[in-house]
């Protein structure tokens, strides 16, 4: 493992059942966003460009891993077959004080990087239920390296509450999202997919350091 574990796990958050990660991004605002897989969300947002800000707001969706979800978040983005969101502040003119606690939360912790998987088969790291980070292998399918792939070799187990978590390689970069599991959080399958590739999945607009 040649990343920082303790920081790593500082950029991974609660979202409804789930989790997310904090990332960066180049532009101005919004600099930081939540990406999380989309069936995290409590509901999907409807599909029409004629949207207003309450349709895509969801309130107490965001917190801190073990905690509450009581921060609220805007869906930038949401793609029901790659099954990966986008998540940024809330309208900051109308719930003010709502966008503060997003902009609180999320640069209050490290984020992380955002990385193309290139090799067909890489050891990669899962963030566990226990919140230690386990090594297992990301399998390419034969489409390339911008396809979703599968989890093998999880000896601690993929279990229900990690989707959302972030996949990371060995340099601590996030190349994918943890989007299936077993249904439970009492049992556990060692390998799943598929799972979200970020750079193959994640929208053109959403320029990543």
Known sequence: MKFNPIAATKAVIRVGAGRGFVVDTLEQWPRRLVITAAHCLPHFPESHAAWDWQERTYQQLLGLL??????WAECLFADPIGDIAVLGPVDNQEL????????????????????????EASAVFLLSLDREWQPCQAL?????????????????????GMSG?????EEGAAIGIVATSSGGAAEFDTEGGPNPNLVGNLPGWCRLL
């Not at 073990?66 to 921060?71: A, R």
């Not at 606690?101 to 984020?111: C, E, I, K, Q, S």
């Open 66 to 71: 073990g905690t509450e979800p009581d921060i």
């Open 96 to 119: 003010s004080n709502e966008a503060a606690a997003f902009d609180h939360l999320v640069n209050g912790v490290p984020p992380l990087s955002v990385s193309l998987r290139s090799e």
């Open 140 to 160: 390419d399918t034969s489409h390339g390296p911008l396809s979703p792939f599968w989890l093998t070799n999880a000896l601690s187990g993929i279990r229900g």
């Open 165 to 169: 978590s972030p996949i990371l390689n």
